[in-house]
């Protein structure tokens, strides 16, 4: 099956500051990659996925970045707000599968 | 439109008791998954439905039994609960994997404790 791994566990910026999440994934199969956020006690939200026949997407302060030759992609957000506070999940499909990474816990600092 | 509605929110068990966890969607989405999520160890599938009648085991099926008779409805019971299934379960539901529109909504989550 797939195996996905998230780095870092935890991460710290100072508002305004970017933020850079990064994934890996074993299987070469794998075409879909959405990223999930989840604020303290609530539900996980989708923020932004891509396929695996794109390279980046953007929307706002947020892009993703997908390297299909490493298995490995990034989600990156600028501008970092306090509203950014929260876990963000990365996420990766095997046939009929989403398997999640660990998590980051991403803490912006006013 | 409710979107992903998960019973209870909360909920205590003693070693062995059964229960069965709700879900219902009202978006007709033929996929259906049920998760549990530990500190650290991110959200790990337990059972997943492609449609009414086709259920499938995750990556953490011991345990849990699923059933899948309606497309609205997606119950997980868990047979004989033991402490190491203390953990939040959420149900999810999509259109389907990795195609057009297969964004995953998630229900509010249950918070399971079993003593």
């Known amino acids: 099956g797939e195996n996905v791994e998230q780095h870092p566990s935890t991460l710290s910026v100072q508002e305004g500051d970017s933020a850079v999440i990064k994934c890996t994934y074993s299987d070469s199969a794998s075409n879909y990659f959405p990223w999930y956020k989840q604020e303290l006690g609530k539900r996980p939200q989708l923020i932004i996925d891509i396929r695996s026949n794109v390279g980046e997407k953007k929307d706002q302060r947020i892009a993703v970045t997908l390297n299909k030759t490493a298995k490995h992609f990034s989600l990156h957000i600028t501008e970092t707000q306090p509203e950014d506070s929260a876990v963000y999940f990365c996420?990766?499909?095997?046939?009929?599968?989403?398997?999640f990474g660990g998590g980051t816990r991403l803490m912006v600092k006013p | 439109n409710a979107g992903v509605t998960q019973t209870p929110k909360f909920q205590v068990l003693k070693t062995g008791q059964s229960m069965t966890l709700q879900c219902a969607q009202d978006m007709n989405h033929e996929y259906m998954s049920w998760y549990r999520q530990d500190p650290g160890m991110g959200l790990r599938l337990i059972h997943y439905s492609v449609g009414a009648g086709i259920t499938d085991q995750g990556e953490v099926p011991n345990g849990y039994n699923v059933s899948r008779s309606t497309t609205e409805d997606f119950p997980l019971r868990l047979l004989s609960a033991a402490p190491s299934q203390t953990s939040v379960y959420f149900c999810?539901?999509?259109?389907?994997?990795?195609?057009?529109?297969?964004?995953?909504?998630f229900g509010q989550g249950t918070r399971l404790t079993v003593v």
């Open positions: 999810a539901s999509s259109y389907g994997i990795g195609g057009p529109n297969t964004e995953a909504f």
């Open positions: 996420a990766a499909s095997w046939g009929n599968m989403l398997t």
